[in-house]
C-alpha cells in the first residue's frame, strides 16, 4: 500500500498553462511538505502544512499556490507556468515537526516546453 | 551557501567494498537525517542521529556525528550493487523545527 503517492507522476505542458498536482498520504501524519529538486539534483522545501495550516513558505514565487483541502492531501497548483519550473516536485510527509523522519512521494517530474 | 554539504560529489566503488559519505553543516542542529534516492524515486529515510548522540548503527549502517567539527559521515559496508542511489544528509537546525535543509547530495555507484 502507497504511503505517500503523488498525481501525475509525469506532467509535460506548454509554457503559460496552468497545472496542478496533487499528494495524499495514508500515513496519520500532521504535516506535509512541497520540495523541487532541480537537475543538479538539490532538494529545496517550498511550502510545509501542518494541520492544514500554511508554515512555510519559501519565497516561492506567488505563482504557485499549495492547498490543503484535509490532513492527508497537500495539493499544489502552478499558474503561468515558465521554463525554469522545470523539476522534479516531491510530496513528503511526517508526524509533528521535521525533526522527525519523512517520508517521500515518487515525484512529479514536471517539464515546460 | 547551503547549510549541509555532502563529500564526495561522486564515489564509484566495486561491490563489496566500504563506502564512506561526509556531511558538513555550518549551524546548530537538532539532528541530522541521512536519505536514499534511487534514480527516478522518491527519497528514503536511513537513519537519524540527535546531537547528542556520537554514532549509531543500522544494518549496513554506520553514522557518525562530531556536533564540534559540525560533521557527519554514513558508512555503508560490504556494499552491493542495490545501494547504487544518491545519499543526502538532512539537518534538522535547533532555530526551526519546521523543515530539515537538505545537502546536494553524493552519488554512489557500486560496480557489480
Known amino acids: 500500500d502507497t504511503a505517500v503517492s503523488q498525481t501525475p507522476k509525469y506532467l509535460v505542458t506548454q509554457m503559460g498553462n496552468d497545472k496542478s498536482i496533487k499528494c495524499e498520504q495514508n500515513l496519520g501524519h500532521d504535516t506535509m511538505y512541497w520540495y523541487k529538486q532541480d537537475s543538479k539534483k538539490f532538494l529545496k522545501i517550498m511550502f510545509s502544512?501542518?494541520?492544514?495550516?500554511?508554515?512555510i513558505n519559501e519565497t516561492v514565487p506567488n505563482r504557485f499556490s499549495p492547498k490543503s483541502p484535509d490532513k492527508a492531501h497537500l495539493n499544489l497548483h502552478i499558474n503561468s507556468l515558465e521554463l525554469g519550473d522545470s523539476a522534479v516536485y516531491f510530496c513528503?510527509?511526517?508526524?509533528?515537526?521535521?525533526?522527525?523522519?519523512?517520508?517521500f512521494g515518487p515525484g512529479t517530474r514536471l517539464t515546460v516546453l | 551557501s547551503q547549510q549541509g554539504e555532502e563529500d564526495p560529489q561522486a564515489l564509484s566503488i566495486q561491490e563489496g567494498e566500504n563506502a564512506t559519505m561526509n556531511c558538513s553543516y555550518k549551524t546548530s542542529i537538532n539532528n541530522l537525517q541521512w536519505y536514499r534516492q534511487n534514480s527516478g524515486r522518491g527519497l528514503v529515510h536511513l537513519i537519524l542521529?540527535?546531537?547528542?548522540?556520537r554514532e549509531k548503527h543500522s544494518g549496513r549502517l554506520r553514522v557518525t556525528l562530531d556536533t564540534s567539527k559540525k560533521s557527519s559521515s554514513l558508512l555503508i559496508t560490504a556494499s552491493r550493487a542495490a545501494d547504487t542511489a544518491s545519499y543526502f544528509c538532512a539537518t534538522a537546525l535547533k532555530t526551526s523545527y519546521d523543515k530539515v535543509i537538505f545537502g546536494p547530495g553524493t552519488s554512489l555507484s557500486v560496480i557489480p
Open positions: 542521529i540527535r546531537s547528542n548522540e
Open positions: 513528503a510527509s511526517t508526524t509533528g515537526n521535521s525533526y522527525n523522519e519523512q517520508f
Open positions: 502544512y501542518n494541520n492544514k495550516e500554511l508554515i
